[in-house]
Nanobody
Framework: QMQLVESGGGLVQAGGSLRLSCAAS????????MAWYRQAPGNERELVAS???????NYADSVKGRFTVSRDAARNRVYLQMNDLKPEDTAVYYC??????????WGQGTQVTVSS
């Protein structure tokens, strides 16, 4: 059973930056998608950014130009660099990993709070 461990959340002022990290518990050569989702109170969980093993990336419109997702496939890690943070980015951020088989795993989440 794979585990995903997130780190890097915290409290930051609007306009600031944070970098989230997610580490998979072991080597998983057949991992396809690694991604970041977020969920704010009262809202549904939404995709923030994803990266495929091919290198393709996808971003939510609300974070384009501000967030960058990157992946270290050899170390099974995914990162989310968040710049120019806004109060509406406040949420619990979850790491997500999906195998080519479709089996998926979630991390426990890390809180990001942006003060105005």
């Amino acid at each position: 059973q794979m585990q995903l461990v997130e780190s890097g959340g915290g409290l930051v002022q609007a306009g600031g930056s944070l970098r989230l990290s997610c580490a998979a518990s072991a080597s998983h050569y057949n991992l396809n998608i690694m991604a970041w989702y977020r969920q704010a109170p009262g809202n549904e969980r939404e995709l923030v950014a994803s990266t495929l093993r091919t290198g393709a990336k996808n971003y939510a419109d609300s974070v384009k130009g501000r967030f960058t997702v990157s992946r270290d496939a050899a170390r099974n890690r995914v990162y989310l660099q968040m710049n120019d943070l806004k109060p509406e980015d406040t949420a619990v951020y979850y790491c997500y990993a999906e195998y080519y088989t479709g089996v998926a795993h979630w991390g426990q989440g890390t809180q990001v709070t942006v003060s105005s």
